[in-house]
């Protein structure tokens, strides 16, 4: 059911190759400075929540690394990424649920019912090497909630508070078991990327509504995006407000597991058509094993 969902959801964006060019160009640079400030090897990439690729800066990372492993759960969306690669040879494409729950509930009623009593099971043996790094690309929102994608309830900002916390309680415990897995395939001063949209910048250009983030991060960037770091120093607060996309939180204990060396923000211009304009900012989180 959840492959159905996702494989929507990437034809969706298929086509935005073009668009995305300097949200794409971006991720490269951060990319680089990562590899440059913490030393990563040129050998093993793994890159995770890959789908069309297309925020993903493939000329760069087939330059840079010797062999690279692809995964989603989407395995359309993985060959037309692998359509994009000069080099085919360095690829391996692997299909695995990283949310550990996909198999154990059949829809997003059953998945509200159980959020409390759920246990992950993240199946990782698949990925047979130790990486030098790890980019997550902007999947930890949708873990949860392309489960509601097509049904009544998918306008998640709809549901409760209290529904809200059970199921980012889950996304913890989803997390804490992904990161935990993906330490032990690190090598020993590897790095993970961690991407994530976190804050949601919506305007309905018909009904002239703006979502909740909108008007404080504004504030906090005086309405100019060049000052988009400036929403690093106001993290607490936000998630506090309750602002943050659902499933974009990360649990405190990874800071056990890693080292946090740094954090960026990204601007992500999603989506601008007639009807709405629609951006995300997206954190980046950068741990490295320790
Ligand atoms: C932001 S998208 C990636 C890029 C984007 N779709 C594009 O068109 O370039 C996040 C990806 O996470 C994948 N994903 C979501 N839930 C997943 C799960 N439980 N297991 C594996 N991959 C998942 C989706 O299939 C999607 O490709």
Redesign the pocket.
Known sequence: M?QKQ?TL??ID??E?WEEWAQYRNTIGEVIKKCIERYGVNNGNLLLL???????IPVELLESKFNNITI????DG?LERFLARVSDKKKFNKVI????GI?NQIKNAKELLNRATSIQPVIDLSKLDKTYDLVVN???ST??LT?HFYGTNEFQTQSLSPKVGQKLNELSNRIHSSLFSGLKSKLVSNGVIIHMTDTFELKHNKITGEYSPAMLPVSKIIKGDWRNIHLVLNHLQQLSRDGLYILGSALPPELNDMFATRTLFSLLWEFLHDDEEDRNYIVIVYVFQNQ
């Open positions: 959840l996702l959801m990437n964006t298929r935005q929540g890959v789908g069309n690729g297309n925020d995964v989603d759960l989407d969306a695995i649920d990283l949310s996909s690309c902007c999947f949708q873990l392309s």
